[in-house]
């Protein structure tokens, strides 16, 4: 059984809430879960506490038994500093798309200017 550490939807239409919950990998995201942790609040502002209220001693317990934290979780978790994240790696997504482009065609010019060796007869 994989377990991880996600956030389960709670709130209504148009005002989300989520429960940051301990569950079995193949439960639904908003069904059954093993113990809840805590909450966050996406529409407080960032610089409130009541944004995110989690009992990380629980968390550190359920890292230590092998679960495994979502993208999201992990975020607080690095934040709070207590497992670090790993950073993304695709680095063409951080580039604008007009710059890839200029940044393609560039690399175009300077192939097509580049010298070609002689061929050796």
Known sequence: MSVVIRMARAGTKKR???HVVVA?????????FIER??????????????????D???IKAWLAKGAQPSDR?????????????E???NPEKAIPRKQRKANAEE??????????P????
């Open 37 to 54: 942790l805590g909450y966050f609040n996406p529409l407080l502002p960032k610089d409130k506490k009541e944004r995110l209220v989690v």
């Open 56 to 58: 990380f001693e629980k």
């Open 118 to 121: 002689a061929p050796a007869a």
């Open 24 to 32: 079995d990998s193949r439960y639904p995201r908003d069904g059954r």
């Open 16 to 18: 989300p809430f989520y």
């Open 87 to 89: 950073p993304r790696k």
């Open 107 to 116: 690399a175009a010019k300077q192939a097509a200017a580049a010298p070609k």
């Open 73 to 85: 979780v992990s975020r607080f978790l690095d934040a709070e500093g207590i497992k670090k994240r």
